[in-house]
């Protein structure tokens, strides 16, 4: 990872045209066939993850917060979690967790879009997509997936980051673990999450020259955080699409600044690196200040990195600038916090990934999905990536020594 402590902003390019077809490359993740699998531990998570989806809504909290189980069950058993921890996982995240109620009607072939972006309809959604899954698919459900992500002239594709990105991180874990209930689950939560962020994806006039030529994302990054066309005071999620459109002509050219095309494959490279960045040389050293929003833009990134090996290659590109546009969108409102280097502590006094993992597994916060996914990112993203100067390590190392909870 040569850029994540070296990086130097300023390298540009100018643009040439967009394309939409350029595949993104990345080696295949390892799929973990929970179903099938005998081994003790993948029992173990497959029976939570199916006890949590019949049991327990995919929102709660008046519909305002998400059910993170299948992402801090599958973190956790991919950091190498025994059964205990997967059992004291589980029974921590349902106590706050609610049982399923019936939506106000069912949804069918002819109206199900109708429905779109109302969570009262998150069981009917569930339901609809269940069965699809066995009357239409016959329980194939990446077949069922790609049919739902890709059709209509306003695919669910370009609403995977709509939610603070939820739909498309339960998606990642759907296929990584091979989980048809996880995979109903996401699909039912880009149509309840459904709301503006796809509008820009949507429509192609959006999608326009930009004044802003950069190959790098954090150079981009570190413009926006100086450019005071923009506040920084910070503004909460909720108003999130009044402050887009407030400032959406400047916001515009960052989304179009970003060159993809020339080298997709080290530009999402790139993309992964600033994602660490974002959430680690943000927080000063002694202020323990991790943001929960922020935290969103390195996991999203993770899952944007997993879907990369299922999807047709002719969406990467779009994938990765809807990653884009969630990033910007999150950095924007949460004040624009600059990266810094000096930051990140590199001397790691001996330690290793195993420690970082024991961090993940035993620590005070091995209950948090937020914490547990952020280690599990930042050390995926390393394997993606290759980590021959330890930058990954030191950013994970920073990341679990310091943490003390979440700032919002």
């Known amino acids: 990872m040569s850029g994540l402590l070296s990086y130097i902003p300023g390298a540009s390019l100018v643009m040439g045209s967009r394309s939409k077809t350029g595949a993104i490359d990345v080696p295949p993740v390892e799929v973990h066939h929970i179903e099938t699998d005998a081994d003790k531990r993948a029992r173990c998570l497959k029976h939570l993850l ?7 809504a995919i929102l709660w909290n008046n519909l305002q917060f998400d059910n993170h189980n299948p992402h801090l069950l599958s973190s956790t058993y991919l950091l190498g979690g025994n059964e205990n921890h997967l059992n004291e996982a589980y029974n921590n995240e349902i106590k706050d967790l609610v049982p399923w109620e019936p939506s106000p009607s069912e949804v069918i072939d002819e109206d ?9 309809y998150q069981r ?41 990105g939820h739909p498309i991180i339960h998606l990642g874990y759907a296929y990584e673990m091979d989980s048809k209930e996880i995979a109903m689950e996401a699909l039912a939560m880009a149509a309840v999450k459904y709301d503006f962020l796809h509008d820009y994806l949507d429509d192609s006039s959006y999608t ?17 955080s100086k450019d005071d066309r923009f506040s920084k005071k910070e503004v909460q999620v909720g108003d999130m699409q009044k402050y887009l ?28 690196e600033a994602a660490v960045a974002l959430l680690v040389a943000t927080v000063q050293p002694g202020t ?14 993770h899952a944007v990195r ?24 999150v950095f924007s409102i949460k004040g624009r916090p600059l990266p810094d280097y000096d930051n990140i502590e590199t001397d790691l006094k001996g330690k290793n990934w195993k420690y ?35 930058r990954y390590l030191q950013a994970a190392v920073t990341f679990v020594d310091n943490f003390h909870g979440w700032v919002f």
């Open 112 to 120: 199900w879009r109708d429905f779109l972006g109302d969570k009262r």
């Open 50 to 56: 199916k006890a949590n989806h019949v049991n327990y």
């Open 288 to 301: 323990h200040a991790y943001n929960f929003f922020i935290v969103h833009l390195l996991t999203t990134s």
């Open 124 to 164: 009917a959604f569930v339901d609809y997509f269940e069965d699809k899954l066995v009357m239409e698919y016959a329980y194939d459900w990446k077949t069922e997936v790609q049919h739902f992500l890709f059709s209509g002239k306003k695919p669910l594709f370009h609403a995977l980051l709509d939610g603070l």
């Open 245 to 272: 459109k407030d400032h959406e002509s400047a916001f515009l050219e960052y989304w179009n600044g970003w060159d993809i095309d020339d080298d997709p494959k080290k530009q999402f490279e790139l993309s992964q």
């Open 306 to 329: 997993v879907l990369l090996t299922f999807i047709p290659p002719q969406h990467h590109v779009t994938l990765v600038r809807a990653w884009w546009l969630f990033v910007l969108a």
């Open 356 to 390: 970082v993992e024991d961090k993940g597994l035993n620590s005070p916060w091995s209950k948090d999905a937020h914490y547990v996914k952020a280690v599990r990112a930042i050390r995926d993203a390393a394997r993606t990536w290759g980590d021959v100067h330890d």
């Open 208 to 224: 326009r020259p930009s004044p802003l030529k950069s190959r790098a994302p954090l150079d981009l990054l570190i413009q926006l």
